[in-house]
């Protein structure tokens, strides 16, 4: 019963991403994109020149640099749709996906900020710019601790059979079904509070926070295919490094960037050092079980 919703929800799964990836879709969502600019800067035009009242939900638009911060928000939300389909493929990298919408998340907490821009006098620049500086730096800071991952992460293949391994990717396909669900459902609900109330506030922080509980059920079933200590402690690592990008975003200016940062670094030493005790591209556990490189089928 348990293998035939595994392979209902891998068919499904399957299809959705063959679409997502498709250069079709790409073209479409950056037609998308370029058309959510475009109309922001008409919406600005004709409340600038008091064509459309100032008041409620357009009350935004009246400052042209919120059309950047729109496009960006809409970018960001393209790309956590690409990191769920990453989940399958590997914990490790996804985990470094995380980090990577950190990054993205950072740069558009500075384009907010530049949102906050009214007029060129430096007296009422000041502090915007001081908040952009300090969340570019960090997001080029953790975009270079990820260059690093990249490069000195291994993946490796923790079943004994390769149909013990379709197994468990097909039990990370499902559970990454059910992130797509979450997701739609949290994008739902923003759209509706701005519709309702005017209001838009990206629930990154929520989505997140599911996150963490997806990784943790990764974990447990984990459990079904290897029970060593390394193996588990490479996993229970990477689910406190989700936690520490889940703090920093609901952390107060300075504190996020440097909660952040030191997270990537946390990463960045976890993979060094797992590297470092496992030696080259095998290694045995404690069971005395070969380990392997993942297979780029596995991966790609």
């Not at 299809?15 to 475009?38: A, C, G, P, Q, Y």
């Not at 001081?130 to 990820?146: D, K, N, P, Q, R």
Request: aromatic share 16%; proline share 2%; glycine share 4%.
């Amino acid at each position: 019963m348990i293998d035939k919703i595994l392979i209902f929800g891998e068919q499904i799964y399957l299809k959705i991403k063959d679409v997502w990836e498709t250069e079709r879709m790409h073209r479409i969502i950056s037609n998308f994109l370029v058309f959510i600019f475009l109309m922001s800067l008409i919406l600005y035009f004709l409340i600038r020149h008091h064509f459309l009242p100032e008041r409620g939900l357009l009350k935004s638009f009246a400052n042209p640099f919120f059309s950047i911060e729109v496009s960006f928000t809409m970018l960001l939300l393209t790309e956590i749709i690409s990191m769920i389909f990453v989940l399958p493929k590997s914990v490790a990298k996804s985990v470094t996906k995380q980090f990577e919408l950190l990054s993205l998340i950072f740069l558009r907490h500075g384009f907010q900020e530049f949102s906050n821009v009214h007029s060129l006098d430096w007296h009422e620049m000041v502090k915007p710019v001081e908040h952009m500086f300090v969340y570019g730096a960090s997001s080029l800071f953790i975009y270079f601790i990820i260059g690093i991952v990249y490069k000195k992460q291994r993946h490796i293949i923790i079943c004994r059979t390769d149909r013990a391994q379709r197994n468990f990717v097909r039990f990370k396909r499902g559970i990454s079904l059910l992130l797509l669900a979450a997701f739609l459902y949290i994008a739902l609900k923003d759209f509706n509070e701005l519709i309702v109330n005017s209001i838009y506030v990206a629930s990154f922080h929520t989505f997140f926070t599911i996150l963490i509980f997806s990784d943790i059920l990764v974990l447990l079933i984990t459990i079904r295919y290897a029970l060593d200590y390394r193996t588990m402690y490479r996993y229970s690592a990477f689910i406190l490094a989700t936690i520490f990008i889940r703090i920093a975003l609901t952390s107060q200016a300075y504190y996020d960037v440097i909660i952040g940062s030191l997270a990537a670094l946390y990463l960045l030493f976890l993979v060094l050092t797992y590297n470092y005790f496992e030696g080259a591209k095998k290694f045995k556990n404690h069971s005395g079980f070969a380990h392997k490189p993942l297979p780029n089928k596995y991966i790609k």
